[in-house]
């Protein structure tokens, strides 16, 4: 195999995946610096992404894709509220509660 047929994937996974993503990010620092925090704005956008987040953790909660869809109910719903909950006494670090919800996950789907 050429090194140019090994480097394909890659170079789609960054040109489609990582670029299009950054470019948004970008933009949000480049629009949104100098932004009050406090103004109505900046308060409706976070408001606006913490729903979004809530429904994509309610979908992936109830009506879970793929290999997920095989663990049972309890078992999802556990983990999300042991990574809350770590997140919450982790001094809301996002890294603490996310790796403890998916230990749960990992340890649920053996157990059960």
């Given amino acids: 195999m050429s090194m140019s047929a090994q480097l394909s994937p890659v170079l789609v996974l960054i ?17 949104g610096h100098g932004l009050d925090e406090k103004s109505d704005l900046v308060t409706w956008v976070r408001a606006v992404a913490i729903a979004i ?17 095989q663990l049972q109910l309890p078992v999802r719903l556990s983990a999300i509220a042991i990574g809350f909950l770590a997140f919450i006494l982790a ?22």
């Fill in 53 to 69: 987040l809530g429904g994509v953790i309610a979908n992936l909660a109830f009506a879970p894709p793929g290999s997920l869809a």
């Fill in 15 to 31: 040109l489609a995946g990582f670029v299009p993503s950054d470019l948004w990010r970008l933009l949000g620092v480049v629009v």
């Fill in 91 to 112: 001094k809301r670090s996002v890294f603490i509660g996310v790796l403890s919800g998916e230990l749960a996950l990992v340890a649920g789907g053996f157990w059960f």
